[in-house]
């Protein structure tokens, strides 16, 4: 609580500052601009007195100083913003850690794809996986060894999926794999096992963390979906069934969710 308060009070300090110095900004330009149009005006409108000078000096200042505070105060000004804006969307939607998408992005991908494959004939699949030996790891070697472990799994799995696929930690030592989009045919079941061995062999080699090699294998539920199957959490949860049963069977394997799987987690 006294961190936030801290924090909130340096941010508005910055807003002040910020303020601050767009006033000054905008006054120096106006004020050298104003110069300038002294300068020129008598030369421009030389019999010009009166009300139709200030009226000229005031249409000149305008014309002359608009462009410099808005390439010097507001174009400076809104693509702070912008890029606080994206940041903050960044954060919302993507592991601190990995850098993968989070939770609240995965639910959102895969409840518009449910949607989007009512009016086609294609499906996806999900790939919970789970680390085994993670928790030793973390015991034995402490949470910097953990999360090294984390970013190079993450890594891994970036690289033994497709450009359209969806990488994501969704807590701990749980990642999921949303698969891209693909028709259904008798050959999905044997997609999956391919894209699952391919993750298991790939995180079950070794990861080098200051001169310690560092092993972990990955047990994966995996869950084929189309138009017909519910929203993202009842579609995790059967991954999540899955991958139980991944772990009974010993370790390093991947089961596809069916109804006979109920009632294992």
Known sequence: MIESGYQLKQNNLKI??????ALLQIAIIVFLAEIFV????????????????SLLDSIML????????????IRPYIKEKISFVEKISHMAYHDPLTGLANRRLLAECVDKGVLEYRSNDVGGEILLIDLDGFKEINDKYGHEAGDAVLKEVAHRLQLVTRENDIVSRIGGDEFVI???KFENDTSSNKKSFALAQKVIDEISKPIIYEQSSLTVG?????RVYDSTHDKFESLLREADTAMYASKKKGKGTATVFSNSLKGLS
């Open 218 to 222: 990955a047990s994966i539920g995996i």
């Open 178 to 180: 949303l698969a891209e």
């Open 38 to 53: 002294m300068q020129i005006l008598p030369v421009l409108f030389p019999n010009v007195q009166g009300l139709l000078e």
């Open 62 to 73: 305008t014309i002359f100083s608009t462009p410099f505070v808005y390439w010097f105060v």
């Open 16 to 21: 002040l500052k910020t303020i601050r110095q």
